[in-house]
């Protein structure tokens, strides 16, 4: 089965606590922690977004702490890989040429495109 990780505003917002944080955090913190943010949730409903994040593989949890299992970078890598797979037939050039026909690139987003293609051909 294919997993998919795209996560709602309200687990963006777990995520963005335990991204703070380099290690683990006993879920009682983290349910202070997301008080303090203005979530008031019962541990309930702060253990079924744990749930659904570490089903994804974007959560680690041990007994009673969880931790970040990936990076911003390395969840947006893999959104990004999944929207080109879903959408554009997993081919950057397809998601490209979406892009440039449904907008006003600028000379400035031209040259940072020709750029990122330049180091790829380098690779």
């Not at 294919?2 to 290690?23: A, G, P």
């Not at 890598?77 to 979406?98: C, P, W």
């Amino acid at each position: 089965m294919k997993i998919n990780h795209k996560i709602t505003d309200t687990e963006q917002s777990v995520m963005e606590v335990l991204w703070e944080r380099s290690e683990a955090v006993a879920t009682r913190e983290l349910l202070e922690l997301m008080k303090e943010k203005g979530r008031n949730w019962k541990r309930q409903t702060l253990n079924t977004l744990l749930f659904r994040l570490e089903e994804k593989g974007i959560v680690s949890r041990t007994r009673a702490y969880a931790k970040a299992a990936m990076s911003r970078e390395e969840l947006y890598q893999v959104q990004t890989r999944e929207i080109l797979d879903d959408f554009y037939g997993g081919k950057l050039s397809n998601f490209v040429a979406a892009l440039v026909g449904s907008t006003n690139m600028t000379a400035e987003d031209a040259d940072r495109v020709d750029a990122l293609l330049e180091g790829l051909r380098k690779k």
